[in-house]
Structures are given as C-alpha cells and as structure tokens.
C-alpha cells in the first residue's frame, strides 16, 4: 500500500485550514487506525482539541468572506481542478478506502469515482444555480429570489462512505459559496486525511485557504462543539439514527439548519411474475456488498409464499459462492466489518432472531480462520413483526419475510421506523405504479427491478422517517446549502403598497 503518495504518514495531524502546513496537534491524544481485514496497524492520528476547534472557526470564517464574493463558475474551476487529481490518484485513493474501511477494492474504486461525478455535477451546478422571477402586482416592479451561501457548513461523515459522503456535501457547498469544516469518523481518519491532501495541493496552487477545512476529534468534545456552534448555520450529518437524534435537538435548539441522512432498513419486494435473473444478483450485491455496511443495503426480502421455497434455495446457492477475505484482492466479493463491535452487533442480531422464532437458513457465525472481523453473510427466515427486523443491523443478515398478497407486503415492507431505499421486482405494470404512488413505498428512494443500493448522485440522496429527510447531492439538493432571498425592486416614481392598502400621510 503506496499510503506516501497521498500523504500519509507514520504520525499525522488531525487538523488543516488548507495552508502548507498540517496544524500542530502533538500534544494530544493520538487514535490509531487499523486494517479491519488484516488488524495490521496503519497509522497513527493526532487528534484536535477545542483550541485548534477555534483557531479553525476563525480560518473559515475568513475565508468565506471572499469565498462567496468570487462568482460561481471561478468556484467550479477549483473543484474541476480537485476532480483532475482525483482522477489521477483513483486507484490510490480507492486502494486506501479498501484497506481502511475494509470495502473491496472495486467498490472502492467505485466510491472514489462516485466523488469524480459529483465533481462534475458540481462544476456544471456552479452555473446553474438559478432563481425564480415573479410578476409584481405592483406597477414598475421587479420581483425575483435569488441564492445566496450559508456561511460554514459542518459535514460530519460516517465511516462506511469514508471519502464520498463528504464529496457529497462539500462540492455542492462550495460551489454554492460555503465553506466546509469536515469531522470525520474516527474510524476512517486516513481516508479523510488523503483527501485534505488533495485538496490542499489545490488550494495552495490557487491561493486560498479556509474553504476546505478537516478536524479529527471525538464526538464529546469537536462533534459537541459543531453541532452546538452558532457560527456554523448548517449541519450535514450522515450516521446512524441515535446520532441523528442527538444532533437534530442540539442543532434545533439554536435554531440552525441540518441536513440529516440517516440508518436505512430496506426492503425489496419480489413480485410472482419477476425476473429472477434480476432479483438473485440484485439481492445478493444489496445485502453482501460492503459487508451490508452500506445504508441502502438490503435487509429485508418480501416473497410471495408461493416462490418462498425457489428463491431462497436460489439465494443460498448465491451466497456459497461469495468470496470473503482480503478485500484488496481482485477475486474478493466481501471483506470483513468494520471492527469487534460490529462483529458483536451482527452476532447478537443473529441470536435475537432466532430467539424470536427465525430460521437460519444460511451462515451467521463470525470467521475464526481468518484475522480480521470477518464474519459469514447470514439469511434468515423471519417474520416482519420480529422487533429486531424493524432494526437497522449493520451487518450482512439479510431477513426474507413470506407475503400473500401486493397489499399485504407493501403495508409490511413500511411497517418500520427507517424510510431510505425500496425496491420492487415485477413485470406488472399494476403492481410497479402501485409501488410508485402515494399509497406505495414512503422511502426517499423507490426502485423498480433493479436493487435497493448504489444510487446514482444525479438523484436527490436521502430518506423519511427516521432516516431524517435530508437529500444530499443531486437534484435540487443545492438549495439547502444557499439562502433564499426574495427581493423587489420598485422602478416607479410612485409608491404603491401590496394588497391595495392605503397609507395616505398628508
Ligand atoms: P455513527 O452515527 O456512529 O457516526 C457517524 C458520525 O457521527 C461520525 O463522524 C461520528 O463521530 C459522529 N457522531 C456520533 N455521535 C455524535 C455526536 N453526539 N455529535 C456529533 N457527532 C457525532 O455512524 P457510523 O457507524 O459511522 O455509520 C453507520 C451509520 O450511518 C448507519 O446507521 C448507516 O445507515 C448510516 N449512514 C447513512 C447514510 C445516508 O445517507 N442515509 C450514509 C452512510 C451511512
């Protein structure tokens, strides 16, 4: 692993403005960063304290201040230029996501190319950032809105998207006009500190700093002190819900906005008449890949009772000949969870089902032959009421759940707190609009015959519920990192009110 040319070192600071030098963060706790596949030690990280929190605050603030003066388009040409180095360390970048976090390596791959696109997105955004004009009823009167930035906007980041999430949020910021402090997980410190190292070249080759910023610190004290920092008018949080919840109310109390993606619980419903050349590889990629560490993995399957038996017969051919262990070798189609703890969560998970009345139908004991935390894909028959069904495990168990009619599953399919991804697997058109409308899926993303993870970023990114109704990304999703202000200009001699009010003053 070439960890040099991004930058890493044997020690690294948790701390940067986007300057030359790392801020100096030596006298304090250092974190170290393991290979969950290996256990090998990576590197160790200097974590912030509140001083340099501070010293952070007034970088950004700085340079915001002529940040949102420079137009746009000139915004767009500095992310274009981080897209160029993006591109030209992929296999680098991707290679450290993979040893870090433990994904394999085509997928991290795909998330460092997931960040090139949104590059992309963002430089064509940064001239479309449009606002609306509105006929005045009043005579010799211009009405529009326009767009302004924020100011700062915190993006707190989870560890499983340890690169993108923060693309996610920070080119779309930026090109609004913001700047980004950016706290990563600390479970994929490195993984954040490459990026600042790419972003760095950048900024120092164009003169700035301050518009990308990184802190590296624990939630009770750097986490604590963003989410509660009046200064900072916007919070991007992706996490899980406990964090969500927390978050929303500190954020709340001050009155501030966030932008809040949280634990997913999705579900695909298999219809009598689908393909089921789609629906296996579709099944097996959504709950498998990324160990089911993604928040759109699949968790829950619908299947009519009639098809139980063929499908999951189906899915346990499927998943015997998944490929687990080091997730850096070409022929690896899972690596292992994040940490012990995860291991403990899918275990314990696995227990609760059966205790429950579930039936293993495949796996579910964690793997002693190999050193890291490494556990086998499980599938369990269950039913949708089971209380640790309607959790968000992260791990790959994968719950298949029988259905008697259309009604039935979609009524069950929404029957948990989580609203992320959904898909539906029909040739019926009936069924698919069904599943569409109002009265179907109440996910933020709804699929027909294709699976419930690795959205496009084209798309607005989020979900309901206790998912937290953020969107990220596409779409419109930029107008949450802007100010919206409307404005009239009177270009009469006269002095009209709204509402034909008279006020006559003598
Ligand atoms: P987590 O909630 O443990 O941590 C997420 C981030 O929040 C980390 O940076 C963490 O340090 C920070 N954090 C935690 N408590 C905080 C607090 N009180 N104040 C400030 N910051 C705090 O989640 P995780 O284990 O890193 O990630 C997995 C979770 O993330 C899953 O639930 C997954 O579904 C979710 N996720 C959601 C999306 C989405 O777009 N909806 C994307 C990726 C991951």
Sequence with gaps: MNLESLGIKKINSGACIGGKKWIDCSKNKSFTSYSPGSLDRISDVQIADKAIYSDIVLASQKAFKSWRMLPAPKRGELIYQISLKLRQHKDSLGSLISYEMGKIKSEGDGEVQEMIDLADFAVGLSRQLYGLTMHSERPNHRMYEQWHPLGIVGVITAFNFPMAVWAWNAFIAAVCGDVVIWKPSLKT??????????????????????????????????????????????????????????????????????????????????????????????????????????????????????QFNLISNKLVAAYKQVKIGDPLLPDTLMGPLIDKDAVNGYLNAIENALSQGGELLYGGSKLESLKGSF????????????????????????????????????????????????????????????????????????????????AEIGGAFGGEKDTGGGRESGSDSWKAYMRRQTNTVNWSLDLPLAQGIKFNLE
């Design 189 to 306: 410190p490195l993984c954040a500190i490459a990026v600042q190292n790419i972003c760095n070249e950048v900024l120092i080759e164009n003169g700035y700093k301050g518009i990308f910023n990184l802190i590296i610190g624990e939630d009770s004290n750097i986490g604590e002190e963003i989410v509660s920092d009046r200064r900072i008018p916007l919070i991007s949080a992706t996490g899980s819900t406990k964090m969500g919840k927390i978050v929303a109310q500190k954020v709340g109390s001050r009155l501030g906005k966030t932008i809040l993606e949280l634990g997913g619980n999705n579900g695909i419903i298999v219809d009598e008449d689908s393909n089921l050349d789609l629906v296996i590889p579709a099944i097996v990629f959504g709950a498998v890949g990324t160990a089911g560490q993604r928040c759109t993995s699949t968790r829950r399957v619908f299947i009519h009772k009639n």
């Design 375 to 454: 556990v086998e894909p499980a599938i369990i028959k269950a039913e949708s009421h089971f209380e640790i069904v309607k959790q968000e495990t992260f791990a790959p168990i994968l719950y298949l759940i029988e259905y008697e009619n259309m009604d039935e599953a979609i009524k069950e399919h929404n029957n948990v707190s989580q609203g992320l991804s959904s898909s539906i697997f029909t040739n019926n058109v009936i069924n698919s609009e069904k599943f569409l409308s109002a009265m179907g899926s109440d996910c933020g993303i709804a699929n027909v015959n294709i699976g419930t993870s690795g």
